[in-house]
């Protein structure tokens, strides 16, 4: 069964940055919409990044642009998410997604979207 697994998540103090990873088994990372959501308790999932064929197509919310950095290596079919300057509001659990075929440039944002999820990592950052 397809599987992703989200691994690099951590505390940091702002100003800092992690990189997250995203390891997919059983489904090519390439030629695929890899997409990076948030959660908070109780909310919904929030777009951050989503990436086709690594650099082919990438797209970030407002919020991160120039932070973030959505990455990937065909050959340990693994996504980066690449964070720099975190800020506290970027405290959440970090997913990965799939979504099959291109990312669409007006909806990759909709984690309806999505049929393959990992299970979550954590990000903390603090003042």
């Known amino acids: 069964q397809v599987q992703l697994v989200e691994s690099g998540g951590g505390s940091v103090q702002a100003g800092e940055s992690l990189r997250l990873s995203c390891a997919a088994s059983r489904v090519s990372i390439v030629n695929n919409c890899i997409g990076w959501f948030r959660q908070r308790d109780g909310m919904g999932h929030e777009g951050v990044a989503a990436g086709y064929s690594g650099d082919v197509a990438t797209y970030y919310v407002d919020s991160v642009k120039g932070r973030f950095t959505i990455s990937q290596d065909s050959t340990r079919n693994t996504v980066y998410l690449q964070m720099n300057n975190l800020k506290t509001e970027d405290t959440d659990t970090y997913y990965c997604?799939?979504?099959?075929?291109?990312?669409?440039?007006?909806?990759?944002?909709?984690?309806?979207?999505?049929?393959?999820w990992g299970q979550g990592t954590q990000v903390n950052v603090s003042s």
């Open positions: 997604a799939v979504s099959r075929g291109l990312c669409d440039p007006t909806r990759w944002t909709d984690d309806r979207r999505y049929m393959y």
